[in-house]
């Protein structure tokens, strides 16, 4: 962020999003990010007749690397003139790189790197911000995975005594039919107030499938996970 | 993205599926509880907390009392499959300007 001379990560996004000096060129913003400096960058170029990716030979390849405290991606083509050329990564539109990262079909960064197609917006797994979380229902189905597991123990004998087995069933169950009374309050108030939510019909199936044996242990797991992360760009 | 977005739906729709298909088959069969398995053992005490039984150690069920399991399971199974099928409906509904 601080080479593309911005503050936030929104704004790393506008720069790529529709309108911005990198317009669509997502698979761009992907390299930077997997990147280290040094690491070889690989990118093959469509040149309109249809790409032929040849693993072994790249039309050009290059690396990040710093220079007077700016990031500057460093290439030479390998294969038409052998010529290249270091240009600023801030000021990528300055330069001619606007047919070039336009022309560009794959990138590769390492040499074991995935293929990355350019005009692809890539997502990160990363956890929710603290306020989109339902903390409530992610301490329920904490709570009810831990029940379970107690269970599971029983059933499995690394814990002696049916009866603790039972007991944490009793409280799994209980602990179930609440998260169903707060996922019903959700979508109902999401009803009431004509706003209903993609998560409140995810938190609803969850609960209600919760209620399962054994499968509801998986449920709550994913709804767990679903909870707290979310795939960003 | 929005085919991401569509992903928790798919997977309790085919959660959904196979806990209804497999209450269905505990109906049918009752032979299937097998005591000695941890995965009916799970829902031994499964049954135990929502039917009061007094819990022991054989992890026993008798073929009515699974086949009783079995209808439950089958029931939330397709109340939790009619739920998410409607709410997908809605939220079609609702995309539409």
């Known amino acids: 962020m601080q080479y593309l001379g911005v503050t936030t990560w929104d704004e790393v996004l506008a720069i790529f999003g529709e309108g911005g000096a990198m317009a669509g060129i997502w698979g761009y913003l992907e390299a930077l990010h997997q990147a280290q400096l040094g690491t070889p960058i690989s990118v093959w170029f469509d040149d309109g007749a249809g790409l032929q990716l040849n693993i072994h030979q790249p039309n050009m390849i290059g690396l990040f690397c710093e220079m007077n405290g700016e990031l500057m991606f460093s290439g030479t083509f390998i294969d038409w003139s052998g010529s290249g050329g270091s240009w600023v990564v801030g000021d990528i539109d300055a330069v001619n790189a606007s047919w070039m990262l336009g022309a560009a079909a794959v990138f590769q960064v390492g040499s074991l790197g995935n293929y990355l197609d350019p005009h692809q917006q890539y997502s990160h797994l990363k956890f929710e911000d603290a306020e989109d979380i339902d903390w409530v229902g992610a301490g329920l189905d904490i709570a009810s995975i831990a029940a379970d597991a107690v269970s599971f123990g029983v059933g499995g004998r690394v814990i002696k005594g049916v009866a603790v087995g039972a007991k944490a069933q009793d409280i799994g169950r209980v602990l179930n039919w609440i998260d169903v009374g707060h996922s019903f309050g959700d979508a109902g108030q999401g009803i009431a107030s004509g706003n209903l939510s993609v998560d409140d019909g995810k938190s609803l199936g969850y609960s209600v499938l919760g209620l399962v044996p054994i499968v509801g242990t998986g449920v709550s797991a994913v709804s767990l996970l679903d909870n707290v992360l979310e795939l960003e760009p | ?97």
């Open chain 2, 1 to 97: 993205m929005k085919q991401l977005l569509i992903m928790p739906f798919l997977f309790l729709l085919i959660v959904g599926v196979l806990a209804l298909i497999w209450g269905r088959l505990l109906w049918r069969f009752p032979s299937l509880y097998n005591p000695e398995s941890i995965l009916y053992r799970q829902v031994y005490l499964w049954y135990v907390a929502w039917f009061r039984k007094e819990a022991d150690e054989s992890f026993s069920l008798r073929d009515d009392e699974v086949v009783k399991a079995g209808r439950l399971i089958f029931v939330i199974s397709a109340f939790g499959l009619l739920l998410i099928i409607l709410f997908i409906v809605l939220l079609e509904q609702n995309a539409q300007p």
